[in-house]
């Protein structure tokens, strides 16, 4: 099985940062959540791969559910502060005691 994209414990950082969940009109599908749209975004980025060729089975919804939660997420602001909290960890990573090994 593939690494996931998203550890658990950068889950753990992000998952605040995302603005709820909009309620729904009249019923429909039930969104993708927030962690597997997160993975689809970052595959497509990384890969370079168009919208519309994520993988189905990657789990991540439809190339379009990642594009339209790229870009709400960028409108909310919550690209900024993944960045203040990615930033944060490595400062606090650089802080810790080295061993040998490391």
């Known amino acids: 099985m593939a690494k996931p ?4 414990d950068l889950w753990a950082a992000i998952a605040p940062l995302p603005p709820p ?3 729904r009109r ?3 599908r039930k969104p993708v959540s927030d962690r597997p749209a997160l993975a689809g975004i970052l595959f497509v980025l990384m890969s370079g791969i168009l919208w519309e060729r994520l993988p189905a089975e990657m789990g991540c919804g439809p190339g379009m559910t990642g594009w339209r939660r790229l870009r709400d997420w960028q409108a ?3 690209w900024s502060r993944l960045h203040l909290v990615l930033l944060e960890r490595l400062q ?3 802080k ?3 061993t040998l090994s490391q």
């Open 21 to 23: 969940e909009r309620p």
């Open 76 to 78: 909310a602001g919550v």
């Open 96 to 98: 810790a005691p080295r």
């Open 92 to 94: 606090d990573a650089d």
């Open 5 to 8: 994209l998203v550890s658990d």
């Open 26 to 28: 009249n019923g429909g």
